[in-house]
């Protein structure tokens, strides 16, 4: 198993099977070619026998230089429960406090309750609103209306 960084190369291997990733949801309009060209320095891919199996997309804020942000995780579908997530979030964790960042952010939809399980073991906190839905706070129109989120955030 390898990790490392992103190349824009990889683009069109990911984006051609990201929905299939995600059971057939439309989910690759979320992920623009931009991150894997402009993002490769806090981007990871993992591979096993030459395959990538998995993925982490996220960087640095502009605004906030303390801050980075997971933009967009996948596994494999047949390698999932191996730790390549975790892998993934704690090699970007490192990475990032090596470059001055103490605050990680990242958004889930509502209904995704794996997301919302892992996020929360790795050790990310909810971040509260007026808002609750199935007893999870919940962030109103936070991409758009009606597209509520799920917000979290981690200090390392």
Known sequence: MLVRNVRESDYSYIITRVNEWWGGRQMFQKLPRLFFSHFQETSFIIEDKNQIVAFLIGFISQTHPNEAYIHF????????????????????????????????????????????????????????????????????????????????????
Request: aromatic fraction near 10%.
């Open 73 to 156: 995780v996948g596994v494999h579908p047949d390698e999932r429960k191996k730790g390549y997530a975790r892998k993934l979030y704690h090699h970007f964790f490192e990475v990032i406090k090596q470059r001055g960042c103490n605050i990680i952010k990242c958004v889930t939809s509502p209904i995704n309750k794996t997301s919302i399980a892992f996020h929360t073991k790795m050790g990310f906190a909810i971040v509260e609103s007026d808002i609750e839905i199935d007893g999870i706070s919940v962030q109103k129109d936070y991409d758009g209306p009606g597209q509520d989120r799920v917000v979290f955030q981690k200090i390392i």
